[in-house]
Nanobody, 124 residues
Framework: QVQLVESGGGLVQAGGPLRLSCAAS????????MGWFRRPPGKEREFVAV????????DYADSVKGRFTISRDNAKNTVYLQMNSLKPEDTAVYYC?????????????????WGQGTQVTVSS
């Protein structure tokens, strides 16, 4: 069982940075691949970024490549999403998710555990 708690969301001006954190409970955090997803207003949930259990493999949605960076600290049971050059279209509720180690995937239904989400609002 893994419990996930996101933090770091808020209101930011376009072009600014924001860093999200996701703290996980449990001693098996290091065995999970971790993903970030988001749900923009009125839209379906979408993939943002994923990092493998070791940190050796990462993938990003095309819309955030070059602007967002996913990282993890297994000693702190935490995964991060550094978001730079934010745009109004990045406005969404951001969720972190955990998937038992295996193939790194961008599909939300592959993930076993989810956080409650944190709101990110980018003003123009």
């Amino acid at each position: 069982q893994v419990q996930l708690v996101e933090s770091g969301g808020g209101l930011v001006q376009a072009g600014g940075p924001l860093r999200l954190s996701c703290a996980a409970s449990g001693r098996t955090f290091s065995s999970y691949n971790m993903g970030w997803f988001r749900r923009p207003p009125g839209k379906e949930r979408e993939f943002v970024a994923v990092i493998s259990w070791s940190g050796g493999s990462r993938d990003y949605a095309d819309s955030v490549k070059g602007r967002f960076t996913i990282s993890r600290d297994n000693a702190k049971n935490t995964v991060y999403l550094q978001m730079n050059s934010l745009k109004p279209e990045d406005t969404a509720v951001y969720y972190c998710a955990a998937k038992s180690s295996g193939v790194v995937t961008t599909r939300s239904y592959d993930y076993d555990y989810w956080g409650q989400g944190t709101q990110v609002t980018v003003s123009s």
